[in-house]
């Protein structure tokens, strides 16, 4: 079975800036490695980022949504998503936009999620399983 897999904002982030050389090359690995999902909320987040933290320009911006919009597959939120960020919040103590991210990915029939920060190893209502591939 193939995994379906989605992405936090961080994987795109540690692909796009070199400071941590290691981090880099494994994140612009799993970059180019397969069809994700990704919810606007990441375009969003690394959108931002990308103008504040890496100092990039709009015609960056507009080519990494350009990107997103052509290589993956792009899940927009829905009240049945905002809902179930609720119940992941009240049951796992995430936070408003992580559990976002994570209801996100469960919509989508994801069974993995890669993210630096949530809780590496931790398992979602038996369905998606968050790995932090830098570890």
């Known amino acids: 079975m193939k995994d379906n897999i989605s992405l936090d904002s961080n994987i795109f982030l540690n692909g796009f800036s070199d ?3 290691k981090k880099h090359e494994i994140a612009k690995n ?4 397969d069809n994700f999902a990704v919810s606007t909320q990441i375009i969003n987040e690394v959108s931002n980022n990308m103008l504040k933290k890496l100092r990039l320009d709009e ?5 990494f949504i ?7 597959s792009i899940i ?3 009240k049945d998503i905002f809902v179930a960020a609720s119940m992941i919040r009240i049951k796992y103590r995430y936070s408003y936009w992580d559990s976002t991210v ?6 989508n029939n994801c069974n ?8 590496s190893g931790q398992e979602i209502e038996k369905k998606l399983k968050i790995i932090n591939p830098f570890k």
């Not at 015609?59 to 080519?63: A, H, L, N, P």
């Not at 993995?112 to 809780?119: A, D, G, K, N, V």
């Open 76 to 78: 927009n939120f829905s």
């Open 102 to 107: 994570i209801a996100s990915a469960l919509d």
């Open 30 to 33: 799993i970059l180019l490695s």
């Open 66 to 72: 350009n990107s997103c919009y052509k290589r993956y």
């Open 112 to 119: 993995i999620l890669y993210s630096e920060y949530l809780h």
């Open 19 to 21: 400071i941590d050389l």
């Open 59 to 63: 015609s960056d911006i507009i080519e």
